[in-house]
């Protein structure tokens, strides 16, 4: 069965630095999201995207964030700078189309360490 | 704006019995999905069940059915018979229905509620 793929699974950085959590999503899936969570509390919606621009993001989703789908298959969430308060689980997650019925499938998570 | 409040942080069950984990949550739209979400340890979430708000009968998929109470805006989740495989993280989520002009599709989470099922 057909999975959403998140590479790494943990990342640790130094604060400050760049950091780029990688995606797979499934194949004939058109939407895809990046949620987080940060440990103890709720996972929150960061960004989603489709047809190559983003469609919503949350007001988490500031200037430090970006998201690419640089090919056919990866989709990533970049950090530029990152910060002691960006450790969390970070979650992608796809859907073939947006309607609310659909299910989003979600990947495995990177857990992200920033010290 | 909407959301979801899971009250029960942990939850134990001994096995093959039935367990109801609890799920609230706020939102002034009239049609809407809610979901629950299992996630095992190490392992990513995966669908359970789903509702739409505009169906008055509740969900059921094999063991897990919902107790849907659009009123009360509450929305818990029922295991029957639970097994060893069923402890994980569970997280009910809402989506607004509107999905053009308002949000696009993401989901509301609730914190989740750590299953533990004893043999």
């Known amino acids: 069965e057909p999975e959403v793929t998140q590479t790494p699974s943990h990342q640790v950085t130094q604060m400050g630095q760049e950091v780029i959590l990688r995606c797979v999503p499934i194949?004939?899936?058109?939407?895809f999201y990046w949620y987080r969570q940060i440990l103890g509390q709720k996972v929150e919606f960061l960004v989603s995207?489709?047809?190559?621009?983003?469609?919503?993001k949350s007001e988490i989703f500031d200037d430090q964030f970006s998201v690419e789908r640089p090919d056919g298959s990866n989709f990533t969430l970049k950090i530029r700078s990152t910060k002691l308060e960006d450790s969390a689980m970070y979650f992608c997650a796809s859907s073939p189309s947006p309607s609310s019925y659909n299910e989003q499938f979600f990947g495995p998570g990177t857990r992200l360490t920033v010290l | 704006a909407q959301t979801v409040t899971q009250s029960q942080p942990e939850m134990s069950v001994q096995e093959a019995e039935t367990v109801t984990l609890s799920c609230t949550y706020d939102t002034s739209e009239s049609d809407y999905y809610l979901f629950w979400y299992k996630q095992p340890p190490s392992r990513q979430m995966i669908l359970v069940i789903r509702?739409?708000?505009?169906?008055?009968q509740n969900a059921t998929e094999n063991r897990f059915s919902v107790n849907f109470q659009k009123a009360a805006k509450s929305f818990s989740l029922k295991i029957s018979d639970s097994q060893l495989g069923d402890a994980a993280m569970y997280f009910c989520?809402?989506?607004?229905?509107?999905?053009?002009?308002?949000?696009?599709?993401?989901?509301?989470f609730g914190k989740g509620t750590k299953l533990s099922v004893k043999p």
């Open positions: 995207f489709y047809n190559n621009e983003i469609s919503e």
């Open positions: 194949s004939n899936h058109l939407y």
């Open positions: 509702q739409e708000a505009y169906k008055q």
């Open positions: 989520a809402y989506r607004s229905a509107w999905i053009y002009g308002g949000s696009q599709g993401n989901l509301i």
